[in-house]
Nanobody, 115 residues
Framework: QVQLVESGGGLVQAGGSLRLSCAAS????????MGWYRQATGKEREFVAD????????YYADSVKGRFTISRDNAKHTMYLQMNSLKPEDTAIYYC????????WGQGTQVTVSS
């Protein structure tokens, strides 16, 4: 199992940007495909974006396509989510994941976008 810790969340106005980080320890990060998910209050956790082990392939939810960019630096054991043009509906707790839904999860970081 790999241990994951998210950071970078906060409060931002609509149209602003945030960069989330997910630091991994315990096992080699390059062993895993990784992803970001989010859960808004009263809603189910939903997929945001994922990236394969090498960083060569990415996939995004339609709701964030063109605004969010997922990336990773295996040498630094870290994955990132650059979020631009943020909207109030992006408000949620953001979780990083390694190895798919049955794999490892971080504790989450709160992102709040004010209108």
């Amino acid at each position: 199992q790999v241990q994951l810790v998210e950071s970078g969340g906060g409060l931002v106005q609509a149209g602003g940007s945030l960069r989330l980080s997910c630091a991994a320890s315990g096992r080699t990060l390059s062993s895993y495909d990784m992803g970001w998910y989010r859960q808004a209050t009263g809603k189910e956790r939903e997929f945001v974006a994922d990236i394969n082990w090498s960083g060569g392939s990415t996939y995004y939810a339609d709701s964030v396509k063109g605004r969010f960019t997922i990336s990773r630096d295996n040498a630094k054991h870290t994955m990132y989510l650059q979020m631009n043009s943020l909207k109030p509906e992006d408000t949620a707790i953001y979780y990083c994941n390694a190895g798919g839904p049955g794999g490892s999860w971080g504790q989450g970081t709160q992102v709040t976008v004010s209108s």
